[in-house]
Structures are given as C-alpha cells and as structure tokens.
C-alpha cells in the first residue's frame, strides 16, 4: 500500500479546509478519494473546533464513514456511467442519507432528484407494458416452433389489440435468447446453440461443494417499484451462496452478485449454469467468468425446466415470506430477503438433503475430509 507523509496529509487537510474539493485534489495528487475521506475521518482535529459544535464533528464524522462505506461498495466508481450512479443512489437510499449518497458518487443533488421526477410515472408505465408485451412474444414464438421473426410476432400482436413496434419485439428476443430459425437467421441461431450450450443437462446433482452453481434472477413488485433479485445457489447442498436486489435487472447486476459469491467461496473448476438472457451472456459477463476459469451451461430459450431448483427456490420465497407480509418500507423489504435466505440456509430443512438445512449438509461433507 503506498504510503504518505504526515506533511503530505496535513497540506491536502488544509486545502479542504480552505475550501477545495475533494475531488479536485485527488486528482491534482493522484491520491483517491476514499483515502482522503478516510484522514478527514481519522483527524477530526484539523477542523475548526471553534465553529463546530461536538455533535456536528460527531456527524460529520460519521458521514465519511459512510462515504468510505459507499465507495467500498461501488467499486469500482470510476467505471459507473451516471446511470448507474443515479440507481445505485436509489438502490442505497433505505440505507443511507441521499445527501451522503450524492457526495459519494459525484452526483449533484438536484440532478438526482430531478432524474427520480421525470422518470418516475414513465418508467413505470413502459416497465408494465414491456413485461405484458414479453409474455405475449414468448407465447407467440413458440407456439410458432421458433420459426416467427419480429416483424411477424408484432403483427400478431397487433391482431391481438395490443402496441408493440418490430424494434420492441426485436429487443425482448435479443434479451431473452429466443432466435428466428428463418432465412438469414439461420446462421446466427446455430452460431448461437454451439456456445450457448447446455452442458448441465438438467443433471441437478453435485459431488462437492462449489463444483456447480445455478443462477436466475426474478422480480418483485412493491410500491409501484419492481425489484430485482439476483440468485446464485450450490447445487452440492442447494445452499445460496450470493443474492443482491436492484431496481434494474442489468449485467452489473448478474456480475456483481457473482463476484460477491466467487470471492467468498473461491470455487474450483466451476460450472455455472443459467438462462440466455443478455445479463448473462454479455461479452462483459462471459469475459469476466471465462477470466475465473468458469465454465458456462445455458438453459434452453423458453425452457424453465432446465433450471427447475433455481426456479423452485424462487417459488418457495415468495409464497413462505414475499406474499405473506405486507412490507411499510423498502427497507423492511430488503431486509426481509436476507432474514428468508439465512432462514432457508441455516433453519430450513431440504428434502434433497435427506432433510438436512444447506448448511448442515455441507458442514457433513467438510467434517469427513
């Protein structure tokens, strides 16, 4: 870790006290900012005593910790577009103070604010057309053998007295793997079945620990808001090994709740199965888990079978806990998520587990190596 003099310390202190952004100096010194947030934090002392009472540095205090915790989380921030600033923003607002929120990730308050505004009643209306129109392509589509293209399935829809263009159509098969077997698309479809392989093959059984993961994300609605929970279970104990809830079902969502999961686990010689859909199989996405050594299974477009205990657990979640309880926050909600899934992994006994709990069962394993 490079190290800084007390002087160098001392002079960027002074400057902040004068008044100088932080994000300026860290850039003019080349010195991060969570760094400088962290000696803020550790000298308190450079503050004016005189013009802040005990209390307000006691605040003030605790909101570079904050900071610091909020950049940890992000990491890495400078890769965030302002998008994804704006829902990281509104996925940490149950948890943190969006003034702090705003300090941490550059973002101007009123541009927040002004962002939640405008795309509020907007995003909801779309989402809600966009997921009625999705249910109608894949009904359309495979009752079509795969053979109908965009164009046809939006003229169908039509038919049926609902609005959806060629491009909406075109964007939900793209997202969700489902490829025409016509003309042109011939190629890519079969360019498409030969790396998007099915190498689990609805074999749901492990050897060990961390030799095959599964992973799905579903949503959930609540307060005209819908949430996206992001899953990943160990076949070996059907134990949950990563989870993470977002208001945007993205790539930065699928990787992030891997990346927690890998380096917690540190698994070896892994096969990870899941849906085609575009979180998953991003050039982002395949890159980072072909860079662990992470080998990939797909379930077959439309096909919900071939990932049946990821769905399974979903299922269970939702009608033990999400349906039962009407939540009066969204933090009363998130919470409840961590609260099902320690329950599900530590109390909950599994069937395949000869009714061991997840936990027991890979406490069994490791107890006779």
């Known amino acids: 870790m490079k190290k800084y003099s007390s ?104 541009s927040y604010y002004n962002h939640i505004f405008r795309n509020k009643k907007d995003k909801t209306v779309y989402a809600e057309h966009r ?20 164009k046809k399935i939006a003229a169908i829809i039509k038919e049926k007295g609902y609005i959806a263009s060629p491009e909406l159509v075109r964007s939900i098969m793209k997202e969700n793997g489902w490829i025409s077997i016509r003309g042109g698309a011939k190629k890519q479809y079969e360019k498409e079945k030969h790396w998007r392989k099915n190498i689990l ?40 090994v990563g989870y993470r ?34 979180n998953y199989t991003s050039k982002s996405y395949m890159s980072y888990l072909s860079s662990l050594g992470v080998t990939q299974s797909f379930s077959h477009p439309g096909n919900p079978y071939d990932n049946s205990v990821i769905e399974s657990f979903f299922k269970n979640m939702k009608s033990e806990e999400l349906y039962r309880t009407n939540y009066r926050s969204e933090y009363e909600f998130r919470t409840a998520i961590t609260r099902y899934i320690n329950f599900y992994n530590s109390v909950r006994p599994h069937k395949t587990n000869g009714n061991l709990t997840p936990d027991k069962m890979e406490e069994k394993y490791y107890n006779k190596k």
């Open 7 to 110: 002087i160098t310390k001392k002079e960027i202190i002074e400057q902040i006290k004068a008044g100088g952004k932080v994000t300026a100096i860290s850039k003019k010194y080349g010195i991060s900012r969570q760094t400088i947030y962290r000696w803020l934090a550790e000298n308190a002392d450079f503050v004016e005593p005189k013009r802040r009472s005990y209390g307000e540095l006691e605040r003030y205090s605790q909101k570079l910790e904050n900071i610091i915790k909020i950049l940890k989380y992000a990491q890495p921030t400078e890769k965030l577009t302002q998008l994804e600033r704006y829902e990281l923003i509104t996925e940490l607002s149950s948890k943190y103070n969006v003034n702090t929120l705003c300090d941490a990730l550059d973002i101007p308050k009123g």
């Open 201 to 240: 093959n609805r074999e749901f059984t492990a050897t060990r620990p961390n030799e095959i993961w599964v992973g799905d994300v579903t949503y959930y609605h609540f307060k005209q808001k819908n949430f996206y929970i992001c899953v990943i279970m160990d076949l070996y104990a059907r134990k949950v």
């Open 245 to 278: 809830v977002s208001l945007r079902n993205s790539t930065q969502l699928t990787k992030r709740t891997f990346k927690e999961a890998y380096e917690s686990r540190k698994p070896d010689k892994l096969l990870f199965h899941s849906d085609c859909g575009a």
């Open 131 to 150: 997921r009625e129109i999705t249910a109608l392509v894949n009904e359309i589509f495979h009752e079509s053998n795969e053979i109908f293209g965009a």
